[in-house]
């Protein structure tokens, strides 16, 4: 089930409506979708499921008209404490059943009120003439609305002249008027989902600072840390393909969901007027590349720290190139048992397979390698040629000497 609708070019799945903070209604969302042409999206909206039935309903309007639709995925997005910081959890529907999450939201929407009103009565005692009345989404009992709200009525009144200053003066984490959230644990939020059958997928993980940009083809072990958190919390996935993201995050988040069996998404989190940079995809958006295969290789070194590399034969892929012993992972393979059988199939010797060492990628055309590099020991010394021609133990820097895959340089140079 999970696969089936995880990542599909042309689609879009982080929207947000008027039912929270953006600044598209939920009909209007749906004609946007439509001129876009997107095979596929989903509506995310802040805590609350306000908007889905209004597109639910639309988008039969416009199926009995007889138009082409694309496939509509439920959502919501959560505000989640993850390892001591506040992060995003989308929270998505394919079979569409919502109905065990009112209760949760519910729960969720009178703590944000709470919170608003608490900044509300923050910004009176500082002398801003501001209340719930100047808020027309707060008269909505089924809409979510929070700080975004309240900046644009303190610009509407002349306070501020952008939203983006009032954030900054009063309204962001440590300005006079912020006021925390009451914290809803991961653990928790996932169970509310998957007790509905939803899955789950944290948010633009690079904006939590999981990856920042690098000049290399090595994920942070930032990201590896968060995602093995991540996954021993139940969550599915993460959204390697956010509008915010850089080429270079977006790969690296790639390799780690594909390193750890996690299904990845793409999403733009347009909100509309408020978002002009993170537009909403089109038709013709390609995220990521249409092959995306997962390899582990072997570090496997001698008494002395050296490491053994082999030397691909003339009959294989790439003849005379340098690498570290391993193979493509098959679907229903974890990766240790992966690399046993590459290992035994390539070197004719049992192994034991150790922790991760490190994450890397390689792109090539359409193709994209999620490298696992793991901490291996053969059982036995002397390994038998197969699918190498030659096999030496060697330091880093001599393997930076030889004729090594592109792919592995920037790891080689980190062991220096």
Not at 158 to 173: N, W
Not at 263 to 283: E, F, K, L, V
Request: glycine share 6%; net charge negative; aromatic share 8%.
């Amino acid at each position: 089930m999970r696969k089936d609708w995880q990542y599909l070019p042309g689609s879009d799945f982080h929207l947000h409506s008027t039912a929270s903070d953006g600044t598209r209604t939920p009909v209007e969302l749906v004609d946007k979708v439509l001129s876009q042409k997107l095979k596929a999206f989903a509506l995310t909206d802040h805590d609350t499921l306000a908007g889905i039935p209004v597109v639910e309903r639309y988008l039969k309007e416009k199926r009995d008209e007889g138009e082409t639709l694309p496939r509509f995925i439920p959502g919501v997005e959560l505000s989640v404490h993850f390892d001591e910081q506040e992060i995003h959890l989308l929270a998505y529907f394919p079979d569409g059943n919502l109905s065990s999450m009112t209760v949760f939201l519910e729960r969720q929407r009178r703590a944000r009120v709470r919170r608003n009103l608490e900044i509300l009565a923050k910004l009176e005692q500082m002398g801003y003439a501001i209340s719930r009345e100047d808020i027309p989404a707060s008269r909505d009992e089924d809409a979510s609305w929070g700080r975004l709200h309240i900046a644009e009525a303190l610009v509407k009144k002349g306070y501020f002249e952008k939203i983006g200053h009032a954030f900054h003066d009063v309204l962001s984490v440590g300005r006079p008027a912020y006021v925390d959230r009451q914290k809803v644990r991961l653990e928790e939020a996932v169970h509310e989902v998957k007790a509905g059958g939803g899955i789950t997928v944290v948010a633009h993980p690079q904006k939590y600072g999981w990856c920042p940009d690098s000049d290399t083809n090595l994920v942070n072990p930032i990201l590896i840390r968060k995602c093995r958190a991540l996954l021993r919390a139940g969550v599915d996935g993460i959204e390697a393909g956010h509008g915010d993201a850089s080429s270079n995050q977006r790969d690296q988040m790639l390799t780690a969901a594909r390193a750890f069996h996690m299904i990845y998404t793409a999403g733009s989190d347009d909100h509309g007027a408020t978002t002009p940079h993170r537009a909403m995809y089109d038709q013709d958006t390609v995220t990521f590349p249409d092959q995306v295969m997962l390899v582990v290789c072997a570090l496997i070194r001698d008494e002395n720290g050296r490491i053994l590399l082999g030397r691909r034969a003339d009959d294989q892929i790439l003849p005379g190139f340098y690498e570290m012993p391993g193979g493509k992972v098959k679907d229903d393979e974890t990766n240790e048992a992966a690399l046993k059988r590459e290992i035994k199939e390539e070197l004719a010797v049992d192994s034991d397979i150790g922790r991760l060492h490190s994450l890397l990628w390689h792109k090539s055309y359409d193709r994209f390698i999620a490298l696992a590099v793991y901490e291996t020991t053969l059982e036995e010394k002397r390994p038998t040629l197969s699918v190498h021609d030659d096999l030496r133990f060697v330091s880093a820097a001599e393997a930076l000497e030889l004729n090594v895959l592109p792919a592995d340089i920037a790891f080689l140079e980190s062991l220096l």
